[in-house]
């Protein structure tokens, strides 16, 4: 199977700081990993994703880095803005369309 | 288009009630999820469907039903409603190719089981 955790279930910085989250994942057979972005009361949305044959990807603002050897993800938000205050899950593809979830981090911007 | 769509967003049942979770999507996805979200945690995998006529389990499939008539419609059952049912749960759609495409997420339905 496949577990996945996260390093700190809470992250807090200032307004315009960059913001890194972690995510470990345990099957190195794992091969896709998306990060999603979850705000109070609503449904996960899609941040972004990366394939294995990738170490990183970049979308607007936002960067995910893929460490293959010891099974890391990570994802940077530059210049992190009030509205990026929510929960973030890494999801790791297990088996067919399955996806696996971490347990998110909270992250929260200080004006 | 409105994506995926859940209904009711909120309900509270007695222990021993049924009930069933609606779920709909118009992007004419093939895969189809039911994820239940207990308080400060991930997701977890109830059961998925790859088609109409198709489901199968995931972790937590205990106490959970569900059918897919048709390539819109995927509801979830809770035939004898307990305590351990108190969740948030929540419907996703993918196009499921080999599973490199990202599932969107219908709004949830926040389920409370007294």
């Known amino acids: 199977g496949e577990s996945v955790g996260l390093h700190l279930p809470t992250l807090s910085v200032q307004e315009g700081d960059n913001s890194i989250i972690n995510c470990a994942y345990s099957?190195?057979?794992?091969?896709?990993f998306i990060w999603y972005k979850q705000e109070s009361g609503k449904g996960p949305q899609f941040i972004i994703d990366?394939?294995?044959?990738?170490d990183k990807r970049q979308g607007q603002r936002v960067t995910v880095l893929l460490n293959k050897t010891v099974k890391h993800l990570s994802l940077q938000i530059a210049a992190t803005q009030p509205g990026d205050s929510a929960v973030y899950f890494c999801a790791v593809r297990t088996s067919g369309s399955r996806l696996t979830f971490g347990e998110g981090t909270q992250l929260t911007v200080n004006p | 288009n409105a994506g995926v769509t859940q209904t009711p967003k909120f309900r509270i049942l007695k222990i021993g009630q049924s009930m069933t979770l609606q779920c709909t999507q118009d992007m004419n996805h093939n895969y189809m999820y039911w994820y239940r979200q207990d308080p400060g945690m991930g997701l977890k995998l109830i059961y998925y469907s790859v088609g109409a006529g198709i489901t199968d389990k995931g972790e937590v499939p205990n106490g959970y039903n569900v059918s897919r008539s048709t390539t819109e419609d995927f509801p979830l059952r809770l035939e004898l409603a307990a305590p351990s049912q108190t969740s948030v749960y929540f419907c996703a759609s993918s196009y499921g190719q080999g599973g490199y495409n990202e599932q969107f997420f219908g709004p949830g339905t926040r389920l409370t089981v007294l």
């Open positions: 990366i394939r294995s044959n990738m």
């Open positions: 099957n190195s057979a794992s091969d896709y």
